[in-house]
Nanobody, 115 residues
Framework: QVQLVESGGGLVQAGGSLRLSCAAS????????MGWYRQAPGKQRELVAT???????NYADSVKGRFTISRDNAKITVYLQMNSLKPEDTAVYYC?????????WGQGTQVTVSS
């Protein structure tokens, strides 16, 4: 059974920082591309950042220079370090694991940035 469990969300003031974590189980973590997506109220889910099994990263333009995605294969965990947070970063953040035969989602964690 595949599980992706996010943690680290919360309420923070604009300019602050949060670090999200996503602990995976039930998959061969090291071969998966891992990603973070977010969905704000009334909007579609959008890509935030991804990291391949080789460590190549990709970011949405809106978060470049502020967010950093990383992975620890030994801990079977992917992280999203979020700095200089803005009110427009407010959303539910979802962890994703993607490979040829699998596409899995976590349950999401709420991030709220107050102005």
């Amino acid at each position: 059974q595949v599980q992706l469990v996010e943690s680290g969300g919360g309420l923070v003031q604009a300019g602050g920082s949060l670090r999200l974590s996503c602990a995976a189980s039930g998959i061969m973590f090291r071969i998966y591309t891992m990603g973070w997506y977010r969905q704000a109220p009334g909007k579609q889910r959008e890509l935030v950042a991804t990291i391949t099994n080789g460590g190549t990263t990709n970011y949405a333009d809106s978060v470049k220079g502020r967010f950093t995605i990383s992975r620890d294969n030994a801990k079977i965990t992917v992280y999203l370090q979020m700095n200089s947070l803005k009110p427009e970063d407010t959303a539910v953040y979802y962890c994703n694991a993607l490979y040829s035969w699998g596409n899995y989602w976590g349950q999401g964690t709420q991030v709220t940035v107050s102005s």
